[in-house]
């Protein structure tokens, strides 16, 4: 497929200014993403520069080998590539780890597409996660969900124990103070109440088990509308591009509300502070084909059909909080609290999903690839 895009490119080169086409392979040799192309029997017909490095082996080398040289024959590229030779389509892969002798690589991208001209042979692209970042397509940020997590255990011990005994002093005081220093204890109070909210707020953080079951998105997402137009989000115009058939998500209804919700939110409060005059938010449900994730604990690998995605035409992303967008406490806005990313990077964890991001000026977009309810598909865990 990349194929067709790469000659269809260099023929409107060429009808424009007529130099002489750029050789496809020195095109791709040229890309710093690494790319290799394998023949129906996983040879390797091709690899660019890229790929050299990241393999770390030459091509001249590796002209010689098949992919079983470099990686056991249960890792799961093996699977991914025999599914796009069997369904002719494009997949993904992520979070894949290429272990074998000479190559020790965690975290990786696979996206293998086949090659229609040529049967059998598949194209892979290779990313780390570091890569993935660069190119500011954020997934899952499971390492942020997991501090908040700990984090938030603690601070219910060492917060809200000693806050209440603070608050519990300060009513007391309230009583025998003259009338002057009686405003001194209430603010103790009240600012006592603040912080418990907050650290309340955190304890929705702490690990517990989620129960599953069959939820119906579309259900979420015009519960979720009708709360943003009805407060927050009045005056912004909301738009729709839903894909009816769509089966059930696997998950929590309760918390997929939560996460909608948040991001509604944050979509709202960009468009408003910004003060965009035709405001808009999007709400998308669609079916794609081949993305994949590893699951905690089990290491079984789920499909992620499900794509829920919150898009607005706000001013986008603060470029200074994209690294850190979804540690809790990242807030660009003078009253928050950062904590609505957190807690969405957490739940669509706990539900075994991936979360994308693309902004900049005039289009944000959140994606959520969530798992179907399946028969086979775990219940609560
Ligand atoms: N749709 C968006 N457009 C522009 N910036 C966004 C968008 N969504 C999130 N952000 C940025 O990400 C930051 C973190 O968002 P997050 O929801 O975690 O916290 P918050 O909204 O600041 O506070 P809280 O959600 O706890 O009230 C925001 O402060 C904002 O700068
Ligand atoms: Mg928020």
Redesign the pocket.
């Known amino acids: 497929m990349r194929n067709v895009v790469t000659r269809a490119a260099l023929a409107v080169v060429g009808r424009r200014e007529a130099p002489r086409p750029a050789d496809p392979a020195a095109l791709l040799s040229a890309l710093p993403v690494p790319v290799v192309l394998l023949d129906g029997d996983n040879r390797f017909r091709f690899v660019n520069h890229a790929a050299e490095q990241f393999l770390g082996i030459s091509a001249g080398q590796l002209a010689q080998q098949r992919l079983i040289d470099l990686v056991p024959a249960d890792s799961p590229i093996f699977l991914l590539i025999a599914q796009v030779r069997q369904g002719e389509v494009t997949v993904s892969d992520h979070d894949l780890t290429l272990d074998g002798p000479r190559l020790k690589k965690p975290g990786i991208t696979v996206q293998a597409t086949p090659l229609p001209e040529e049967p059998g042979a598949v194209l892979l692209v290779l990313q780390d996660a570091s890569a993935a970042r660069a190119l500011d397509r954020q997934l899952t940020f499971r390492s942020a969900a997991r501090s908040v997590t700990g984090m938030a255990a603690i601070l219910a011990h060492e917060v809200k124990n000693p806050l209440s005994g603070i608050r519990g002093a300060a009513q007391l005081l309230e009583s025998s103070v003259a009338e002057p220093d009686r405003e001194l204890t209430v603010l103790i109070r009240d600012e006592a109440d603040r912080i418990r909210e907050l650290v309340d707020r955190m304890e929705i953080f702490s690990a517990k088990p989620i129960e599953r079951g069959a939820v119906n998105i579309h259900r979420v997402l015009e519960h979720v509308r009708r709360l943003a137009q009805s407060g927050f989000a009045a005056h912004i115009r909301f738009a729709e591009s839903y894909d009816p058939s769509l089966p059930a998500v696997h998950g929590n209804r309760d918390q997929l509300v939560q996460v909608v919700l ?1 991001l509604v ?3 709202a ?2 468009i408003t502070a910004a003060g965009v005059t035709s405001g808009e938010i999007t709400l998308i449900t669609a079916y794609q084909h081949g993305v994949r994730m590893a699951q905690r604990g089990s290491g079984q690998r789920l499909g992620l059909p499900l794509v829920v995605a919150v898009r ?1 035409n ?5 470029e200074d ?1 994209r690294p850190n ?1 979804f540690d809790p406490f ?4 003078p009253s ?7 807690l969405v990077a957490k739940i669509v964890a706990d539900h075994g999903g991936l979360i994308e991001v693309d ?1 900049r000026p005039g289009r ?1 977009e959140f994606r959520l690839h969530l798992p179907v309810l399946t028969d086979d598909a775990p219940d609560a865990d």
């Open positions: 948040n939110k944050n979509a409060e960009a607005d706000g001013p986008g992303i603060p909080i967008l990242v807030s660009s806005k928050g609290s950062g904590l609505g990313l957190a902004s944000t």
